[in-house]
Nanobody
């Protein structure tokens, strides 16, 4: 089992920045960020592999604006979000899996946090 706890959400104006954090109870190789807006399906935002953070994957909608990373221990996952837009408003979830070949598919992840809300106003 892996427990995941997100933090760092909040309300910002368009163009602003936020950094989300996810603390894991133990190291696990594949970790990612997902989001779900009201009335929409959960979607993948970014995924990272291993302690070195190699091979990150990003949704097209966030490329160039969001950066996923891990600390040296591999226990904490981050999502730096810059140039936020109103369409980024959603509940953001941290997820993890021992292995997945589908980087941004929510169904490929075994463990989930409770989520942290991000609200971007225009």
């Amino acid at each position: 089992q892996v427990q995941l706890v997100e933090s760092g959400g909040g309300s910002v104006q368009a163009g602003g920045s936020l950094r989300l954090s996810c603390a894991a109870s133990r190291y696990i190789t594949y970790m990612g960020w997902f989001r779900q807006a009201p009335g929409k399906e959960r979607e993948g935002v970014a995924r990272i592999i291993g302690r070195s953070g190699g091979s990150p994957n990003y949704a097209d909608s966030v490329k160039g604006r969001f950066t996923i990373s891990r600390d040296n221990s591999g226990y904490t996952l981050y999502l730096q979000m810059n140039d936020l837009k109103p369409e980024d408003t959603a509940m953001y979830y941290c997820a993890a899996a021992p292995f997945t070949s589908r980087p941004l598919d929510p169904s490929a992840y075994n463990y989930w946090g409770q989520g942290t809300q991000v609200t971007v106003s225009s």
